[in-house]
């Protein structure tokens, strides 16, 4: 299985890319719908899979050209079949099978956090295992231990808001544009963490080491705009230092849990890498908190090229590679999956301490 056109639709991005080998690029095309759901403050599904269908013929054309293959040269096709908003996978899906079905090759459908994890195939040397993968993203935040390629132990996940979402939400309540997360990261570069100093206590979830939570933090942010009088609809340009002072006090809280956590279960489990995906992984204080923790731990962390971290196909493409070249087909009967699992939840991972977690 030599060239894999991946398809990607789960969400707001509608994307095609054409890999060779699970690892050579030869086309990465997205078309994001952020334009037309910003006037919303977030992805709305119906208009969502619209536009996904208004755009896939198009955005399929474009990958097959820049890569210069036609569909005939296409060896595979790996599509995302969940989880992710039912409309918009159905439009990638149904795409998917009748190519597949036209041309009489093979389809996979993708876990679309496997694809994220897979995201690290284009720029890094191979993962060697056991690894850790930590996604982030806006739908997202889910720590998984890996024996081994394709074998997923969910060590930790959020409670409540992704990494992401949080990002998202708490732009909105400043009432900043979405996606929220590169606006704020970009502001807190200009604001005062100590400035702004946000009331929470982190959740204390002694079973569970490696969960998540971030409504805590969300409503400390709201409690601090509420108390300083701040203006949540449209502010006004130039907008006033203390919101960028508030958006590094927010995001200096989000990268501490994110890399803490991460840094917990890298004492705790031992790994050869740890392998990071999702738009979250964008983030500039973030990557240089996983840098530090990179060095201090010394293990290698793979962290992918933003175009690599937030939604695309070639990361689909990647990750079909690999399930095709372990014998793995998609029949006709492959449906989508909103709320499908990737984890395994059936072995315990070794431990150097004594560790309680969920199964
Ligand atoms: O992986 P992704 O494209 O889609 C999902 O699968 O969710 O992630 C999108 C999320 C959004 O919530 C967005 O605000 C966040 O990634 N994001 C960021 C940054 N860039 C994108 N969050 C923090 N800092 C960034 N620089
Ligand atoms: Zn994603």
Redesign the pocket.
């Known amino acids: 299985m030599r060239f894999v056109l991946g398809i990607e639709s789960s969400?707001d991005?509608t994307a095609a890319a054409v890999v060779e080998d699970g690892r050579i690029v030869h086309s990465n095309v997205i078309a994001s719908q952020i334009e037309t759901h910003k006037i919303y403050g977030g992805v709305v599904p119906e208009i969502a899979s619209r536009e996904h269908l208004s755009k896939i013929t198009a955005v399929v054309a474009q990958a097959l050209e820049q890569a210069g293959k036609s569909f005939a040269e296409i060896d595979g096709i790996a599509v995302t079949c969940g989880p992710g908003l039912v409309g918009s996978l159905l439009v990638g899906l149904a795409y998917a099978k009748s190519v597949a079905f036209a041309l009489g090759k093979p389809l996979i459908g993708i876990h679309?956090i496997e694809g994220?994890i897979f995201s690290v195939a284009f720029e890094h040397p191979p993962v060697s295992y056991p690894a850790l993968a930590f996604i982030i993203?806006?739908?997202?935040t889910n720590l998984f231990w890996m024996p081994e390629a394709g074998h997923y132990v969910r060590l930790g996940h959020t409670r409540d808001d992704a990494a992401?979402?949080a990002?998202?939400k708490v732009a909105k309540l400043l009432g900043l544009a979405y996606?929220?997360?590169?606006i704020?990261?970009r502001m807190a570069k200009a604001g005062d963490a100590a400035a702004a100093p946000l009331v929470f206590r982190p959740p204390l979830m002694p079973d569970a080491p490696y969960d998540f939570s971030f409504s805590g933090l969300k409503t400390a942010v709201l409690r601090f705009v509420r108390e300083q009088h701040l203006e949540t609809k449209v502010p006004a340009e130039p907008l006033p230092q203390v919101y960028f002072d508030v958006a590094a006090s927010f995001q200096q809280a989000v990268v501490q849990t994110l890399v803490k956590t991460l840094g917990r279960a890298l004492r705790d489990y031992p790994v050869q890498t740890v392998v990071i995906g999702?738009?979250?992984a964008?983030?500039?204080a973030l990557r240089k908190g996983l840098e530090e923790l990179a060095a201090h731990s010394q293990t290698p962390i793979y962290v992918p090229s933003p175009v690599y971290?937030?939604?695309n196909a070639a990361m689909i493409a990647a990750a079909g590679h690999f399930r095709f070249s372990r014998g793995e087909r998609s029949d006709w009967t492959l449906g989508v999956n909103p709320a499908l699992k990737l984890h395994h939840s059936d072995i315990r991972p070794p431990t150097q301490r004594k560790i309680r977690y969920r199964s």
């Open positions: 969400c991005e679309h994220h993203s806006g739908g997202h992401g979402e990002y998202d996606p929220g997360g590169p704020l990261d999702g738009g979250v964008c983030n500039s971290t937030t939604d």
